[in-house]
């Protein structure tokens, strides 16, 4: 099933929210097609659990030989174990922190990354994607330890969504991930043991959050979870600002051997 987020012209943006259950074996997640004109960029494919339906997604915009880009906001499974089928399926380049790009050829058959995949700058990057009248751009912002050692997120200029991977992330078998969260307190506890667990610390979070403030954003659209609109976008931002988490909660009692 996919979800317009967002149309303009030749422009848009999709969300694919139930290739994956949480009530499965496997985590919800979302995929995210972006598209320009003739041509556009997958973000997070996801793993094999969410290929076919994806794939068949992005076909009925363009062609599977004019996707310009697979960008991956990091080397989880649930964000590019499907790698070894989108190698074959199209001939788009991987965008990757340059930490993880000699980690994701393992998600393929030798030699089938050969001089596609992408490492980005620690700093991120403005790609510009695309060729001729569908040229268009994303910008990939650094955002690592949120969760990963090399993380980005990517931002779109034009929709001014933030696709913001686990950063925002929403779980529970009672969440609708296609209806977008406009208040933030009552989506919190869907929310707060996951950033306690998964996010590395509030000194990133506070940078992070500085960062982003620079931007307009109006929407956040995370991995996992329902995107925010609305009120919500700065609600978060000054959430996780002041969020305690990782690190910050551990102490000798977290290392001790088992008895």
Sequence with gaps: MSIELFRQDRHVCVMFARLGDEGGDAVQSNQFLLVNGDTGAILDPGGNIAYNELYLGMSAFFAPHKLAAIVASHADPDIIASLDRWMTATEAPVYISRIWERFAPHFCKPGKTAGRIVGLP????????????????????????????????????????????DLGASLGV????????????????RMEGFHRR??????????????????????????????????????????????????????????????
């Design 174 to 189: 009672s969440l609708n991930p296609e209806q977008p969260v406009t208040s933030l307190a009552a989506h919190i506890p």
């Design 198 to 259: 998964y996010m590395v610390s509030n000194k990133v979070l506070r940078l992070w959050a500085a960062m982003v403030r620079q931007l307009d954003i109006q929407m956040i659209a995370p991995q996992h979870g329902a995107p925010m609109v609305g009120p919500a976008v700065q609600e978060f931002i000054a959430w996780v600002e002041q969020l305690e988490c990782g690190v910050d909660l551990f102490g000798p009692a977290n290392y001790r051997v088992p008895g």
């Design 122 to 165: 620690d700093a991120g990057e403005r790609l510009r994607l695309g060729t001729g009248a569908d040229r268009f751009e994303l910008w990939a912002l650094p955002a690592h330890f949120l969760h990963a050692e090399g993380n980005f997120q990517f931002y779109d200029p034009v929709s001014r969504i933030l696709f913001s991977g």
